[in-house]
């Protein structure tokens, strides 16, 4: 059984830092598309970026270029969200989720397995 664990997540002031991490039980992360996504109540869940197993390339919304980065460590399991130059719009529940074949990025549902999120909250 695939799980993933999100954590790090917490109350930052606008400009500030925080790293996520996911740590990937059940499965080897370097053989999976680590993608995070966002979601604010009421509104549906968005797509942040994605770091691709093959290449390790990666890609990323928009509204967050050059401000996170997403990166792992194969010998951990464990995915990373890191964050500078933090937003009161960066507000959200943060998940990450992986699938071995991802086609559609920003589409939740090309991922097989998702963390249960974690609490971002960026005061102004």
């Known amino acids: 059984q695939v799980q993933l ?10 400009g500030g830092s925080l790293t996520l991490s996911c740590a990937v039980s ?12 966002r979601q604010v109540p009421g509104n ?12 390790g390339t990666t890609f990323y919304t928009d509204s967050v270029k050059g401000r996170f980065t997403i990166s792992k460590d194969n010998a951990k399991n464990t995915a ?8 009161p719009e960066d507000t959200a529940v943060y998940y990450c989720a992986a699938a071995s074949r991802v086609w559609s990025q920003s589409r ?17």
């Open 5 to 14: 664990v999100e954590s790090g997540g917490g109350l930052v002031q606008a």
């Open 26 to 37: 059940g499965r080897a992360i370097s053989g999976l598309n680590m993608a995070w996504l």
């Open 44 to 55: 549906e869940r968005e797509f942040v970026g994605i770091l691709r197993w093959n290449g």
């Open 80 to 87: 990373y969200l890191q964050m500078i130059s933090l937003k």
């Open 108 to 124: 939740d549902s090309e991922y097989d397995f998702w963390g249960q999120g974690t609490q971002v909250t960026v005061s102004s």
